[in-house]
């Protein structure tokens, strides 16, 4: 996927505008090299990813996630967090994109 501009607008976390163009906020963090907060107007790059977000329900685990998406727990942790909460959304890699 090619590579977008995005102007950040007022009232607007790291974690929606993650969610808005189907990436992370870490990376989003990453290829911005952003070490602190957003501010209005600031101008971020943003590389859209393959997969999608998913919301975690009661007795899920990063094993158990990682198995019914067919991708591996490494992949989850690396775009998410080590500990996952039920009603967090987080990042699943496209199975497919994942051995790039």
């Known amino acids: 996927m090619d590579r977008i501009i995005y102007r950040v607008d007022k009232d607007i976390s790291l974690e929606e505008i993650a ?3 189907n990436t992370t906020p870490s990376a989003i963090s ?3 090299n952003l070490d602190g907060e957003i501010f209005v107007g600031l101008r971020l790059l943003i590389e859209p990813r393959e997969g999608s977000y998913y919301t975690v329900q ?14 591996s727990e490494d992949a989850i942790r690396e775009d998410n967090s080590d500990r ?3 009603g967090q959304r987080i990042f699943v ?4 994109k994942q051995t790039e």
């Open 30 to 32: 990453k290829l911005n």
């Open 93 to 96: 890699c496209s199975a497919e």
């Open 58 to 71: 009661p007795f899920d685990t990063v094993a158990s996630i990682a198995k019914k998406f067919g991708v």
């Open 84 to 86: 996952i909460f039920i």
């Open 19 to 21: 969610e808005k163009f």
